[in-house]
């Protein structure tokens, strides 16, 4: 594969060249892109990482609202959100669905860390710009980074006094965009910069069950940042922010149901919707849902009973930067919080099966130190200190308070003869023959609940730094890393309650929810401690005053914790029989569940180039990189309702990332970029089973997934923007620009189940607008996924639909269809 790469990127560098040639003809000159990759101020070109960066004017111009929108324009960067988690992938490697886990990828606000994957969905509000920096970054980011950060710079306060107010109306999803921004200096020495954003979203699923459009959305933010020049060589700097975002529903739906009818006779044959829609046994069971069950295929309607989001933020940053003899001391005190209220229909069909409510609470309060040295120096540094506290509360509950399963599995019961070991045994029975039941087994989950209460709190201290030895004026030596301490506690309860969440007495409960829902009472905690150091060594050797190139080698680790979505103990016991039955009477599975996981570690190297050609008409960035990954942190599905953590023993992701930006004249930009990716799990040996798929792992219950790829891991993937600017008359301008996204074949499930293989596709966005060519007004038409095509962002197996049924069916999260907006922006 890797061979396979190279040859790819050999090709694409060639064109690229041939393609930057004419840019000799003219005087055109690319503006340059600064950054604070590493801390400081640098052109993007002198900064030895593989880094994305885009503009807060490119984002509000292409309609880029979150995190998840910015992935079409950094290749090799994915983020998902699913029924119950949000998950973000740079280079095939990121954290899996449960609230335990912090993010491999990390992501930071103005320098603040926020490793919380709801945090994740908070939308974009004024920002300078974002930076992606893949591979490692565990010295100067610090926390958790092994895969890569996503560095967040929010608008400062300007020089002069100015103002901006923005509208977005996009008329077939009903979106409506409002944004108000006021800047300006206040006195001498303090300036200050106050913006909103109040966004509504109507949807682009139709809920045939609630004849409503989702996901509906509605999102409020301010913020009000203020900079005080308290002295010559002293800059305070505060801000707060606070923010709501609720969803009604969920862009989700269930695209195939047809995979495995069910064999149970009692069904003939029907699948799951069949099943669930008009199912009629005298005596047996009656269920009549709605009709929108049997839309059971991808077509953007979804049957559902409703879902909802609800979330607030609150963070507040203190920084103070002291200038003393050119050195420049900072210190940062930050506060995140953040809290939600999900309710989640995830059977995902407008069968009254079962419900799921997440709540979520959250603290954190963080402090650094750092000092960086003058510029120009043999040698250079940056040290510093950071501490992080943070409490985590996280409660969830199945909530079972129709008939349907309980219908459901009282007629599987009778019918499969007591074959799936929870029908109701007669208490008295000694002896196979007289174990005949009732049928009765669902009648032990009615009015269910199954009250999960998860807390981790944690303490952490690092201390880092990086020093660059300037050898020469063309060759430079960098080397640093950070040494962490961190000491975590966890709890989790995990009980049967009724419909007040009152606890259930143990009994027949415990042996049906154990075998229909792999799950099992327990009440657990922990404590660890661990410690970590993450070196990195770097050469850069600049070729020319235009070609620099960089050798990189790292080592990133990512803290172990307490799995918060499990719904069995690591020791559980068999399931509960009747104590006075034979051992063989009945099946006695033994439930499997996870609490404590390990850290894990990477080791990279990477080697790259970055290159200024044509007298600055043109730019070309290349990286390859090898990064080993061991005791890789999983979640894996149970197939029913819970996620088990594990870690995976090792694996390899690989590749090769190519961009550039050529300024054709002075009106006309092309832009592009790619990467060519190869991941491999070298070792991997408690992987999702396919629904169905004998177990092939030596424990003989999970399945080998050694030598298999990752979700959300393609061969290829990229874009090209052409962006055109040119004026009309002495002061009207207009802008043409024409972005397109592509990549190939890549699974968006955790089993890897080719029937939701995505296949690769080219979507186009594009804008055309005219303004003011001194930038004070512009009126624009945006278009995204100007081609339509359907994108699947996360899929999965209906849950309890082939556990409890025997009938195989999937459903998937999507991204939305074409859009055209109209957008106004003011400036004064």
Not at 90 to 108: A, H, L
Not at 271 to 283: L, R
Not at 427 to 454: H, K, M, Q
Not at 796 to 810: A, E, L, R
Request: proline share 4%; charged share 20%.
């Amino acid at each position: 594969m890797l061979k396979r790469c190279t040859s790819k990127f050999l090709s694409s560098a060639c064109c690229s060249f041939m393609l930057f040639l004419p840019s000799t003809l003219h005087g055109a000159v690319l503006e340059e892109v600064i950054v604070t990759a590493q801390l400081r101020e640098q052109s993007l070109q002198d900064v030895p990482v593989s880094v994305s960066a885009m503009s807060g004017e490119k984002m509000m111009e292409a309609g880029l609202n979150k995190i998840q929108d910015l992935q079409a324009y950094v290749p090799n960067l994915t983020m998902s959100e699913n029924g119950i988690g949000t998950a973000i992938y740079i280079r095939g490697i990121g954290s899996g669905i449960n609230q335990g886990f912090e993010q491999s990828v990390g992501m930071y606000v103005d320098g603040v860390y926020y490793g919380r994957a709801q945090l994740a969905r908070a939308p974009f509000l004024d920002l300078a710009r974002v930076e992606v920096l893949r591979g490692p970054q565990n010295i100067l980011y610090g926390k958790n980074s092994i895969a890569g950060a996503i560095s967040i710079i929010t608008a400062r306060p300007s020089d002069e006094f100015e103002g901006m107010v923005s509208a977005v109306y996009e008329p077939e999803y009903d979106e409506q965009v409002f944004d108000l921004m006021l800047s300006g200096p206040v006195s001498d020495t303090v300036g200050l910069r106050f913006s909103a954003r109040k966004r509504e979203f109507g949807g682009y699923v139709e809920n045939l069950t609630l004849g409503r459009n989702e996901p509906h959305s509605e999102e409020e933010t301010l913020r009000l940042k203020l900079v005080w020049d308290a002295a010559d060589d002293l800059t305070v700097t505060v801000k707060g922010e606070v923010g709501a975002f609720d969803v009604l529903g969920r862009q989700v739906e269930i695209i195939d149901d047809g995979a495995s009818n069910s064999s149970n006779p009692l069904f003939a044959g029907r699948t799951y919707a069949e099943i669930t829609d008009d199912t009629q046994v005298p005596g047996v069971l009656a269920i009549d849902s709605h009709d929108s069950v049997r839309n059971n295929y991808q077509d953007f309607k979804r049957s559902s009973n409703g879902d909802y989001s609800f979330n607030d933020t609150l963070n507040f940053t203190l920084s103070a930067d002291w200038v003393r003899d050119e050195h420049l001391f900072t210190t940062t005190t930050a506060y995140v919080a953040y809290e939600y209220d999900d309710l989640c229909d995830c059977d995902f069909t407008a069968a009254e099966g079962f419900k799921l409510v997440l709540k979520e609470e959250y603290e954190q309060i963080s402090q650094e130190f750092r000092w960086m040295s003058p510029l120009g120096r043999d040698w250079e540094y940056i040290a510093g200190l950071y501490f992080q506290k943070n409490e985590l509360y996280f409660f969830d509950s199945i909530i079972v308070d129709s008939d349907l399963i309980v219908q459901l599995l009282n007629a599987a019961d009778a019918t499969e003869g007591g074959a799936r070991g929870d029908r109701d045994p007669n208490p008295l029975a000694t002896s196979p023959e007289e174990i005949v039941g009732i049928g009765d087994a669902g009648n032990a989950i009615a009015n269910l609940t199954s009250p999960r209460n998860f807390n981790s709190d944690s303490m952490l201290g690092s201390g880092f730094m990086q020093a660059t030895w300037n050898m020469r004026e063309d060759l430079r030596l960098t080397f640093g890393g950070r040494y962490s301490y961190e000491k975590k506690t966890g709890s989790r309860k995990f009980r049967f309650g009724y419909l007040d969440y009152s606890e259930r007495p143990f009994g027949e409960t415990d042996t049906v929810s154990a075998i229909s829902f792999a799950a099992e009472r327990h009440d657990l905690k922990g404590e660890r401690q661990e410690s970590q150091f993450s070196p990195s060594i770097n050469l850069q050797f600049d070729f020319s005053p235009d070609i620099m190139t960089y050798l990189t080698w790292s080592r990133g680790f990512k803290s172990g914790g307490f799995d918060a979505r499990s719904n069995a103990s690591p020791s559980a016991d068999p399931v509960p029989q009747n104590p006075n039955a034979p051992a063989d009477m009945n099946p006695r599975p033994v439930l499997i569940g996870t609490f404590e996981y390990e850290e894990e570690e990477a080791e990279s190297i990477e080697l790259g180039a970055k290159m200024s050609l044509f007298d600055g008409a043109a730019e070309l960035n290349v990286a390859l990189f090898n990064t080993r990954y061991d005791n890789l942190q999983v979640s894996v599905f149970d197939g029913t309702l819970g996620f088990n953590v594990g870690n995976a023993a090792s694996a390899i992701t690989q590749g090769v990332e190519l961009d550039g930006r050529w300024q054709i004249t002075e009106s006309l930009m092309l832009a592009g970029a790619l990467a060519l990716l190869d991941f491999e799990f070298e070792d991997y040996q408690n992987g999702q089973c396919l629904a169905g798929q004998p177990p092939t792992a030596a424990d003989g219950v999970n399945c080998d997934y050694s030598g298999k790829t990752n979700q959300y891991v393609a061969d290829w993937a990229g874009n090209v923007l052409l962006a055109w600017r040119a004026p009309l008359t002495d002061t009207l301008g207009i802008g043409i620009s024409l972005d397109a996204i592509f990549t190939d074949d890549y699974n968006p499930s955790q089993n890897l189940d080719p029937v939701v293989d995505q296949d690769g596709y080219v979507k186009w966005n594009g804008r055309i607008g005219i303004g003011a060519l001194d930038k004070r007004w512009d009126v624009a038409l945006v278009g995204k996924n100007l081609t339509n095509e359907t994108i699947i962002t996360y899929a999965n197996d209906t849950p309890t639909s082939y556990t409890i049924f025997g009938s195989k069916g999937h459903y998937a999260f999507l991204e939305a269809p074409r859009s055209i907006a109209l957008q106004a922006n003011y400036h004064w």
